[in-house]
């Protein structure tokens, strides 16, 4: 053990440190970081001011406390892929289904990509087909931007440092103002939606499924074919996943 504190970079060690604080706390001030790695302030903020300059933490508005950056949460593995956690989803996932007769699926923010983790396809001949393990660009998604919905303005600007977006479809936001102004209507009404969206003729509607921060944050999706998804349709199936979403809430938390 001594030997291998002959070869410890003090900084580095801070950092790391520092580093995994981000993992049980939101937020921290340089005081709070300072007191939990017993150094001084100085060195605390420091550090943060480093890890803030290389991606790993961001600055919130108030300019007094620090978030986990967009390198640190692509570095985190994406909820949702344990065989604890999918058992837990499976009832809501089959509640989903039976309940929308969509398909539908978990998915995690992973950076600036969604990736699904899992979920049931529906019994239509003509169905949207379940593809685990497929990513695609947050901002072009209804799962992506409810889950950027749940995360601070300064962490989807860090996420995303350029105003003009990549534009998948008609429908996508193409500029970062644009999609934080979505991002609040999604807030505002508790669900988001796409049409066209990646895919075109299929359209559909996510809804909160798990999580309270960045760590553990799902969404839930249900997806269908134009012609099943006028805005009535739309607008029951995001009660609908609701219903399904409340499972989990109501006494099966992840």
Known sequence: MTAARDYTIESLDTGLRL??????????????????????????????????GRGFAVRDTSGRGYSAGPELVRLGRPAGFGAAVREQLAAVLEDAARRTGETVQSVALMGDQIIVTDGRESSHPVRVML???RTHPAHATSGGRMLLSRMTTDQVCALYPYEELERAAPHTPASRTALL??????????HALSRSEPVPGMYTVAVPLAGSSWRDRLALVASAPADRS????????????????????????L
């Open 19 to 52: 580093m995994r604080l981000f993992l049980t706390h939101d937020t921290l001030t340089v005081t709070g970081a300072a007191e939990r790695l017993g150094v001084g302030r100085s060195t605390a903020h420091r550090v943060l001011s480093t890890l803030e």
């Open 131 to 133: 593809e685990r393990g």
């Open 230 to 253: 006028g805005d009535s349709a739309l607008a029951e199936r995001a009660g609908l996943l609701r219903q399904s979403a409340a499972l989990l809430r109501s006494g099966h938390g």
């Open 181 to 190: 102004a979505e991002l609040d209507e999604i807030r505002a009404a508790g």
